[in-house]
């Protein structure tokens, strides 16, 4: 089954895919079938507000159709950003409201992901010298802002750069610092990353 995650602090929601072959075994396990569930509302409530986790099995053709139903409960907001290595094999972190991060930022009208990755990295971190590589994932997370729920969708991008000195971690953002880790240290301080970012370091960071 595919699946991805939408992350709402620790809490999980997750859209799996299923083929019809399995309906009666989802059914007779009590999962949430999106096809025969009307009411959204209530588990997107019990998520929102009780930060329970839910699985949402849905055919694949009729993915895109749960997607906006999700969706509408949110302001979607679309952000790029990258994970840097330097010659060394290190990585760039940051720390920001307690929690390690990578750089990352809102996608700009008029600007392609791979841009405002590019960018991003830059203004955060102060490192100019970046090539930029292959995609590496998607990212989901909500957060609560204004009396509003937000949806974030972030693309990422493996970055390399030879610059390892002079950064400058950008305060404004609430940029607490800047450090080359290697992966034993990634794994070492794993549970300090974000929810949303700890599936994406498992899968493809640290693989």
Known sequence: MQKYNLFFNEAKLSVINYDKNQLNILRSNGRFIYEEQNDLNTCIND??????DIKFYVL?????????????????????GGVVYNEAGKILVMSRFDHYDFPKGHIE????????????????TNIHDLSLQDKIADTYHIFFAKDTYYLKETQWFKMTTRQTDNLIPQTEEHIEALWWFSLRDIKN???????????????????
Do not use: D
Request: aromatic fraction near 12%.
């Open 109 to 124: 009208e008029g600007e392609s992901p791979q841009q405002t990755a590019i960018r991003e990295v830059k203004e955060e």
């Open 189 to 207: 301080n794993f549970s300090k990353f974000y929810p949303s970012l700890q599936e994406m370091i498992q899968q493809k960071v640290l693989e």
């Open 47 to 52: 998520f929102l507000h009780h930060r329970n």
């Open 60 to 80: 694949p053709e009729n993915e895109s159709q749960l997607l906006n139903s999700l969706t509408s409960f949110f302001i979607f907001k679309r952000a790029a």
